[in-house]
Nanobody, 117 residues
Framework: VQLQASGGGLVQTGGSLRLSCAASGIVSRLYDLGWYRRTPGKQRELVATTYSRGGTNYADSVKGRFTISRDNAKDTVYLQMNNLKPEDTAVYYC????????????WGQGTQVTVSS
């Protein structure tokens, strides 16, 4: 199983980026797919989740600015980030998770997002 995240970069305050995470080795439509982020000295925090059965969830700090979406045919999850702020600077990770007989959790390698003020 591999999750390949891409799309990070350097952007100015107010700018936009679109992250992508392509999954291989799993049937992504069966998984909840999410984006997390980590800044130095802090724990990894949830940014957004799209559920296999439908619906989404967002951290309060990104509501109205970020949009998570998925393309099950391409086994890919996206994070559209608009109106970026310096506090959004972090390494962003994608995650795929499924509960069956046990919990199956897979993480991508992370992509750096830097927002300059």
């Amino acid at each position: 199983v591999q999750l390949q995240a891409s799309g990070g970069g350097l952007v100015q305050t107010g700018g936009s980026l679109r992250l992508s995470c392509a999954a291989s080795g799993i049937v992504s439509r069966l998984y909840d797919l999410g984006w997390y982020r980590r800044t130095p000295g802090k724990q990894r925090e949830l940014v957004a989740t799209t559920y296999s059965r439908g619906g989404t969830n967002y951290a309060d700090s990104v509501k109205g600015r970020f949009t998570i979406s998925r393309d099950n045919a391409k086994d890919t999850v996206y994070l559209q980030m608009n109106n970026l702020k310096p506090e959004d600077t972090a390494v962003y990770y994608c995650k795929a998770e499924r509960m069956r007989d046990m919990k199956y959790t897979y993480w991508g390698q992370g992509t750096q997002v830097t927002v300059s003020s």
